[in-house]
């Protein structure tokens, strides 16, 4: 993926998946050499596929796939449960973005960004993301809000902080 070959990506995440799901394929604890790694499951190769279909323009297909993970019908373009979805808040991002930016359908983008924040309540990226889409459609009092809620959230996060400040001004 970062260097561009997103369709050879694509093949090498779908041998990763298919390893996987049948057990073949133990994912080793992070080192200390990458404390910061994220550990190999299904939803990490579905994130990168769906980076990987974006960078291939495959737009609808990188959506229904983030759309799956977070329970939203791309057909109807509502959530298909009022279920909280397990899904990691960049899947929510993606979906949002794509919705807005390649498939022009700001409504959508909306309620997506609205149950990220319903799902991941206590995601301080979540709430700073959602700021950002507020304060880029004008909005800049729920943007304030947001972000007072990730400060309230972690006090110290420098992105928080960061984001008061560029609102601030």
């Given at each position: 993926?970062?260097?561009?070959?997103?369709?050879?990506?694509?093949?090498?995440?779908?041998?990763?998946?298919?390893?996987?799901?049948?057990?073949?394929?133990?994912?080793?604890?992070?080192?200390?050499?990458?404390?910061?790694?994220?550990?190999?499951?299904?939803?990490?190769?579905?994130?990168?596929?769906?980076?990987?279909?974006?960078?291939?323009?495959?737009?609808?297909?990188?959506?229904?796939?983030?759309?799956?993970?977070?329970?939203?019908?791309?057909?109807?373009r509502?959530?298909?449960?009022?279920?909280?979805?397990?899904?990691?808040?960049?899947a929510?991002?993606?979906?949002?973005?794509?919705?807005?930016?390649?498939?022009?359908?700001?409504?959508?983008?909306?309620?997506?960004?609205?149950?990220?924040?319903?799902?991941?309540?206590?995601?301080?990226?979540?709430?700073?993301a959602?700021?950002?889409?507020?304060?880029?459609?004008?909005?800049?009092?729920?943007?304030?809000a947001?972000?007072?809620?990730?400060?309230?959230?972690?006090p110290?996060?420098?992105?928080?902080?960061?984001?008061?400040?560029?609102?601030?001004?």
């Open positions: 993926l970062r260097i561009g070959r997103s369709i050879d990506a694509r093949e090498h995440l779908a041998v990763l998946k298919e390893r996987l799901a049948s057990g073949d394929l133990k994912d080793a604890p992070a080192s200390k050499d990458e404390p910061d790694r994220k550990p190999l499951d299904a939803s990490l190769i579905n994130i990168l596929t769906a980076r990987s279909l974006l960078g291939s323009n495959d737009f609808e297909e990188a959506a229904t796939l983030v759309a799956a993970m977070v329970g939203f019908d791309m057909t109807t509502q959530f298909s449960s009022d279920a909280a979805a397990s899904a990691a808040t960049e929510y991002l993606m979906l949002g973005a794509i919705l807005e930016e390649k498939l022009n359908d700001k409504e959508a983008a909306s309620r997506v960004l609205d149950r990220l924040i319903r799902d991941q309540k206590q995601d301080v990226q979540a709430w700073l959602r700021s950002s889409w507020y304060r880029q459609h004008g909005n800049l009092d729920a943007a304030e947001d972000i007072n809620e990730a400060i309230a959230l972690e110290d996060n420098v992105n928080g902080i960061f984001a008061g400040f560029e609102l601030a001004l």
